[in-house]
Every structure is written in structure tokens, then in C-alpha cells.
């Protein structure tokens, strides 16, 4: 079953084509990856998954309801760990994890538990009663992790997970990316870390400048083109994925 469908996708930031006429579809329980260098559109796409934004052009469904006429029930079902830090820096952990419950009308006694339960996912549960000003780097994205886990989503958005995360702490995003894939989560992610797309994804779709060259499994990739995912991409693009041009 499809969770995500889109055709013809376009958007337009005035006259700026950031996402070119793509095809996709993103089955049920698998972990799909947007790569491709800054500014090839891969966050563009999560917003309109996410019906942050609509499309310019094209057709997008997401469980089969479409963007424009069903976002609320869409975003009822789906989590987003977005590319930027947008926790509230007045609020401390675990009042951001409360906060956020109450958009999904997550009752307060359901949502004092969901908040325990998601700090200990995380590893974060000492940090509860701390200011977010007060955590570093890659503890926000911990946060933002389990932020995005609140309403149970059957669809999860996450728009470069890792970023800035030392060794120790992805493979520990990484587990628990994988732990909810085996409870039939959707993962949808955008990286730039090849071995991150290789350890987790099921199927990658390699962007450049707004459009998708191709998509398939990474090891399906790297038998085809003989090398690992950095050198599939720099033969399908003619350039490395860190935007050197050979
Ligand atoms: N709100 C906006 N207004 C105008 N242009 C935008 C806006 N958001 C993105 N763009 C442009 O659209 C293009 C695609 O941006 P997008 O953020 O989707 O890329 P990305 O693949 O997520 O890049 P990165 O790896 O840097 O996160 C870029 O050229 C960017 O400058
Ligand atoms: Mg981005």
C-alpha cells in the first residue's frame, strides 16, 4: 500500500524551480531516503508531505487523502523532526514535549506518560526539568526526535536526522530508527550521509537541482553502478554529493 503518492510534483518559489516534476510512491513500513546536495530540494518535498506548504503543480496524496483537501487529518498522522531547531527556548524539555501534545489534543494525564516514555527513548530523562538554552547540539535533536513521536504516527518525517550528532549518538538514532521500522512506522529522510542512507533506507531517491534521477534500493545502486552510494551518485550527477565538480 502506498503511503505517500506524488506526480508531476513542482514547486515553485517565485521564480525559482525548487522541486521539478517528480514522480514517487512510498510504500507502507518502509524507510524511503531524499539525498542530494544543499538546495536540491529535499525539504521542499518534506513540506508538502507534511502540508506545510502546497505544491505549485502536480498531484501528492498521503494515505491516500489529498494534501489540499485533508491536511489536518494528514498531520494528525504524521511526525516531523524538522531540519531546524524550532523547540521553544522559554519551555524546558519537558514542558516542549507537553506543549507540543496539546496540538494533537492529547489529554494532560495521557501526555505527562508519553513524555516520560519519549525522554527515556532518547536517553534524556535527567534533562527533563532543564531550559533547552541548557542543552547542546545534539540533544536537541534527540529532543526533536521524540518531539516528533508524541502522537504515534504511522508516517515519520525526518529532515536530516543526524545532522551534527557525534558517532556515539547517531548509532543511537539510528537504533531507534530502526526500532520503529520494525513496529511498521513509514520513515521518509533526507540525509547527506551516504552510510546513514545504506544503514537505514529501504529505497533512496538521488535528487539534483529539484529533480529525481533515479530510485532504488542502495544495494541494487552499488551493485549497478559498482561502487559505493558517494560514487553511484557522482556517476549518475557527473559530481560528488559535498557539490565538488570533477
Ligand atoms: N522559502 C523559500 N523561499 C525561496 N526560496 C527557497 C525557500 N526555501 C527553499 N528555497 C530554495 O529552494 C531550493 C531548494 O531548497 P531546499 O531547502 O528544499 O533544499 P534541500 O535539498 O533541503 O537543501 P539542504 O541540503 O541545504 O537542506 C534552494 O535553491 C533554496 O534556496
Ligand atoms: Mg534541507
Redesign the pocket.
Known sequence: MNIVAAKGLTKD??S?R??DNIDFEILKGECFGFL??????????MLIIHCYMPPTSGDIQVFGLDVAKSPSLIKSRIGVMP?ENNLDPDLTVFENLIVYARYFDISKRVSLSLAWELLDFVELREKAPVNIKSLSGGMKTRLLLARSLINNPELLIL??PTIGLDPHSRHSVWDKLNDLKSKNTTLIL?T?YMDEAEKLCDRVAI?DS?KIITIDSPSRLMSMYKGNLEEVYLKLTGRWLTGEVT
Open positions: 518559489y517565485g525559482l525548487a522541486v542530494g546536495p544543499n538546495g536540491a530540494g529535499k525539504t521542499t518535498v531540519q529532515d536530516e533526507t547527506h535528487m529539484g
